[in-house]
């Protein structure tokens, strides 16, 4: 519902002007001209205002869409009252840019009423598209109750002029960069840029600036907006500085399209970010910043370097660098294979930094002597200098190595080379394992490693003529499914209260056929598992049930169950799980991925009892394995039965 229109005053400010048409008025006619100077018109309703632009939602109009394609300039106008002598309104002059399609939810969140409009008309809603609306020049006038009040608002110069026109002035323009410039030559080359029609190659000689640069300050203020040139001094972290460069890098991204993005002043300065990162060995360096050095801090770093001075050329300090360089070279390869030329040339990097000799005085004392492996100058800076190959071969794959990683670690724990790789070949990449494994490792990426849990035990003993010898022995794997089940008992301690899951798992696909959940560890639990087994798989006569001697399976009920079905049980020897690997192994992957160091995640049992559910089904259904030729547990089993 549109607000009543306040009795408007000289104070009203441009960010008021821009508010008051938000809130009072409905709606608003946008004039536009196509290609062959005909006016149009499009009437639509503006939904917030954000950083001095007005944020609008129309649908996929197709003369509007080629109107503003061709000239983006319009003429916003609108006015509210019976009779126009006793009426309030406004026009409005800008340009008009499609903006990011993650607007229409913000426009949604803010008019919820736009839900039921499109309820029924779906197709509509997703022809929404999201305008931004930058203005130039403005006027509002009121005529209620006999006023007459006007005011003009200019967007453009909201500060008085700093400096005078470039054309006008003395100065050498040789060298004249972006950032020289004033905010108020930034609004003159924009304005002339989108109101004048004037270009590139005029502006860059009117302004002594490149034409990239102008370029680039017409895509930034049509991306950000005009309050993007308000910015002061930023501070940029090495995070933020290292999360641009690989978006470069791995990202296959321009340089130019990522500094628009971020927002920075010039393209300039993301280039000399990766210039220093590949300078400075792939490393982000921030450098400090700050004001000159007092003449105290300056007689101290002087005498400092002159201390350095000494000591290098001290008999003791040439010793013990010689010492180190033959102790770190000589490290290097092995008996049976000689050190590469580039170990030689990362150990050389590295000895330069630690003992701050020059490179050319590393290599004379590694050449003097004949024990251990030689190299040039030129070999070193090759190799320091050559481009990373898997940068160039695999910075897709990289990329893409990441995202799996990161997705799968946010989920569960980090997954190792191994999933990665089914991953990838799922998706029909062709590589190696092993070349996941080497590029992981580049990335500091590693697999989650479990640490050593006490397990549940459900045996109490054993009962005279319950014992069922092991048919298994250890060969677990079964070449069709419902040959071989395995089942057992497994603890959940949440801060002391306790969750118990009974899975049974199949030895052909690994695949979980039947599982239950309970607070307890009872009779009721097994028996409950055991229907629900039995009414997805009816014939089962010949099939090895294996287990350990825990109590339930020796249970006169438990037994009875298998018996009537022509089933043979099997259980492990006393105190020796790895009899019983299978549903072990299991249970280890489960708890180590969902659950250890994950406790914090579950408020209650009730909490990890559906993620408990959630895993068994991602499990069967998406974890693949190599045992399984890379396909999931269900997935193998369904080929084995077509087999």
């Not at 890098?249 to 993301?270: F, K, R, T, W, Y």
Request: contains cysteine; glycine residues 6%; positive net charge.
């Amino acid at each position: 519902m549109r607000q009543h229109v306040p009795n408007l005053d000289t104070n009203l400010t441009n960010n008021d002007f821009l508010d008051l048409i938000v809130s009072c008025f409905h709606s608003a006619i946008f004039g536009t001209v196509d290609q062959n100077g005909e006016p149009h018109t499009n009437i639509v309703d503006i939904d917030f205002n954000e950083d001095g632009r007005l944020i609008f939602a129309t649908t996929n109009q197709k003369n509007f869409y080629r109107n503003i394609k061709g000239n983006n300039r319009v003429c916003l106008t609108a006015l509210r009252g019976r009779e126009t002598l006793s009426s309030v309104g406004f026009t409005l002059k800008g340009y008009v840019d499609e903006i990011s399609p993650s607007y229409i939810d913000k426009i949604l969140e803010i008019k919820p009423e736009m839900h039921r409009i499109y309820a029924n008309k779906t197709k509509d809603i997703n022809t929404l598209c999201p305008f931004a609306l930058t203005p130039v020049l403005g006027s509002v006038y009121d005529l209620r109750e006999g006023r007459a009040f006007q005011k003009q608002f200019d967007f453009m110069n909201e500060k008085e002029p700093v400096c005078s026109d470039p054309r006008n002035s003395d100065m050498n323009l040789e060298g004249f960069t972006m950032s020289k410039l004033t905010k108020k030559d930034k609004i003159h080359i924009f304005e002339e840029w989108t109101l004048e029609n004037k270009r590139g190659t005029y502006l860059s000689k009117k302004y002594g600036i490149r034409r990239e640069k102008v370029n680039y300050l017409i895509n930034l203020i049509k991306i950000h907006g005009l309050s993007v040139l308000d910015k002061s001094y930023t501070h940029y972290s090495k995070e933020y500085k290292e999360h641009a460069i690989k978006r470069v890098l791995l990202g296959n991204e321009s340089i130019n399209a990522v500094a628009l993005d971020l927002g920075l002043p010039g393209n300039g300065m993301l280039s000399n970010w990766i210039r220093s990162y590949k300078e400075n060995g792939y490393n982000v360096v921030i450098k400090k910043k700050g004001r000159r050095i007092h003449e105290r801090e300056r007689v101290k770093r002087i005498r400092t370097a002159q201390a350095r001075k000494r000591q290098v050329a001290s008999p003791e300090f040439k010793a013990y660098c010689r010492k180190r360089i033959y102790k770190k070279i000589g490290c290097l390869g092995s008996k049976k294979k000689e050190p590469t030329k580039t170990e030689i040339a990362q150990a050389v990097t590295e000895l330069r930094h630690e003992l701050g000799l020059a490179v050319k005085k590393i290599i004379e004392i590694i050449n003097a002597n004949e024990d251990l492996p030689h190299i040039s100058r030129s070999n070193y800076y090759d190799v320091y200098t050559r481009e990373d190959k898997d940068q160039v071969h695999h910075s897709d794959v990289m990329m893409r190595i990441r995202e799996i990683y990161d997705e799968i670690k946010n989920r569960y724990v980090a997954p190792g080379y191994r999933r990665i790789t089914h991953i990838l070949h799922r998706e029909g990449y062709q590589i190696n394992r092993k070349t996941v494994n080497r590029l992981m490792r580049k990335m500091d990426l590693y697999g989650y490693v479990m640490k050593r849990r006490h397990p549940y035990s459900s045996y109490q003993g054993d009962i005279k003529g319950r014992i069922k010898p092991d048919l298994i022995k250890r060969k677990f794997f079964a070449l069709r499914p419902n040959m071989k089940w395995y089942t057992d008992i497994t603890e959940f301690n949440l801060r002391g209260k306790k969750l118990y899951l009974s899975p049974i798992i199949d030895g052909c696909g690994r695949d979980i056929v039947a599982y239950n959940i309970s607070r307890h560890p009872n009779l009721k639990q097994v028996m409950s598992m055991l229907d629900d087994a039995f009414k997805t798989n009816q014939a089962l006569n010949g099939l090895i049930f294996h287990t350990d001697r825990g109590w339930q399976y020796q249970h006169k009920a438990y037994q009875h169950e298998l018996a009537i079905r022509g089933i043979e049980q099997s259980m492990s020897r006393k105190g020796c799980s790895p009899d019983d690997g299978l549903m072990e192994g299991f249970f280890g992957i489960l708890k180590r991925e969902m659950f250890y160091g994950q406790e914090k995640k579950y408020a209650s049992l009730d909490e990890l009892e559906q993620a408990i559910r959630k895993y068994i089904d991602y499990y069967n259904t998406e974890r693949t394995k190599d045992k399984l030729k890379e396909l999931t547990p269900i997935e193998y089993r369904n080929k084995s039965l077509v087999a």
